[in-house]
């Protein structure tokens, strides 16, 4: 639970990384909100319309409070690869960008510290042994 929590806590913090870990419970937590909203929604839908319009109204207000984490830890995910966040404009461009964006997101963050941040895992510079 305290990863599907912590981009909200980190509400507009753009700088920094996240591990995939971070950013897929993130994701994990809006998807199974919003499925138990959906459901809260028909079983309310049954007695009255008026109180699922109303849920699903909550519904989207909370949505839109959840824009700039979510867009936050898509930020900080690329900054994990040593990528910047504009990258994120290319879920701009139809299927393809999505595909590319699926496949950042999905990838191993640059080990050790980068220009963005040290390791969000903790791991320690690779050639501080060397």
């Not at 920094?16 to 937590?29: A, T, V, Y």
């Not at 319009?53 to 979510?70: C, D, E, N, Q, T």
């Not at 496949?103 to 791991?123: E, L, R």
Request: hydrophobic share 55%; net charge neutral.
């Amino acid at each position: 639970m305290e990863w599907m929590l912590m981009p909200v806590r980190r509400y507009a913090d753009f700088s920094g990384r996240s591990r995939r870990k971070e950013f897929w419970m993130f994701q994990l937590g809006i998807f199974l909100l919003y499925i138990a909203v959906l459901i809260l929604a028909a079983i309310l839908g049954a007695i009255s319309e008026t109180l699922s319009a109303i849920v699903m109204i909550i519904f989207a207000i909370a949505m839109l409070g959840l824009i700039i984490p979510s867009i936050a830890v898509a930020v900080r995910r690329m900054h994990d690869q040593d990528k910047s966040g504009w990258m994120l404009l290319l879920g701009l461009i139809p299927l393809i960008g999505s595909i590319i964006l699926l496949v950042f997101y999905c990838t191993d963050g640059t080990p050790g510290p980068n220009q963005y941040g040290p390791d969000p895992k903790g791991q320690a510079d690779p050639t501080a042994f060397e």
